[in-house]
T-cell receptor
Framework: DTAVSQTPKYLVTQMGNDKSIKCEQN?????MYWYKQDSKKFLKIMFS???????INETVPNRFSPKSPDKAHLNLHINSLELGDSAVYFC???????????????FGPGTRLTVT | RKEVEQDPGPFNVPEGATVAFNCTYS??????FFWYRQDCRKEPKLLMS???SGNEDGRFTAQLNRASQYISLLIRDSKLSDSATYLC?????????????FGRGTSLIVHP
């Protein structure tokens, strides 16, 4: 029944490592997103994919690379992790994409990343 | 001026009170507006969309004022379970796309 799921829920790793977070949605949406919520709870969009095409890339370091194998999945790979990458990463999905400007988003439960 | 601004609060109100939050936005071309609710250590959940004509869902009423560039959320008869952070979301255009922009949230604490 889970609409938007993410794995893992918690991720603790050391600086310099490479890690991936996976996201899947079963809502039939064609648009997926990655958000970062920092320690001050500010939620900021990182990427958006519409039908596997990258639509939004919000000045995120190129150590972060999203990959969308199909429109139900959007994964996030992070290279050379830094302390400042510690945050909660949320995946979300919606019916309509960034070109249309109207969307209600549904969020996954989040992945709490801690870099030591 | 920040793109989307909210009073962080906290708003501390007794059960049964009526409380209202505002959220101002800077881009007058913004297309869509939403309120989300986020509980501690949980994901944001859609509360309601905000339509030009205003809309109501039970105890919750959302309004949009395009002239003054703000949206509001009114909660009547507050319940303990309404305690959460309320995030406004504005969708401004940017280079051919629309970028969902979240406010920092307003914290609501409803006490007995």
């Amino acid at each position: 029944d889970t609409a938007v799921s993410q794995t893992p829920k918690y991720l603790v790793t050391q600086m310099g490592n490479d890690k991936s977070i996976k996201c899947e949605q079963n809502l039939g949406h064609d648009t997926m997103y990655w958000y970062k919520q920092d320690s001050k709870k500010f939620l900021k969009i990182m990427f958006s994919y519409n039908n596997k095409e990258l639509i939004i890339n919000e000045t995120v370091p190129n150590r972060f690379s999203p990959k969308s194998p199909d429109k139900a999945h959007l994964n996030l790979h992070i290279n050379s992790l830094e302390l400042g990458d510690s945050a909660v990463y949320f995946c979300a999905s919606s019916h309509r994409g960034a070109r249309e400007g109207h969307y209600e988003q549904y969020f996954g439960p989040g992945t709490r990343l801690t870099v030591t | 001026r920040k793109e989307v601004e909210q009073d962080p609060g906290p708003f501390n109100v007794p059960e049964g009170a009526t409380v209202a939050f505002n959220c101002t936005y800077s881009n007058s071309a913004s297309q869509s507006f939403f309120w989300y609710r986020q509980d501690c250590r949980k994901e944001p959940k859609l509360l309601m969309s905000v339509y030009s004509s205003g809309n109501e869902d039970g105890r919750f009423t959302a309004q949009l004022n395009r002239a003054s560039q703000y949206i509001s959320l009114l909660i009547r008869d507050s319940k303990l379970s309404d305690s959460a952070t309320y995030l406004c979301v504005v969708i401004p255009p940017s280079g051919g796309s629309y970028i969902p922009t979240f406010g920092r949230g307003t914290s609501l604490i409803v006490h007995p």
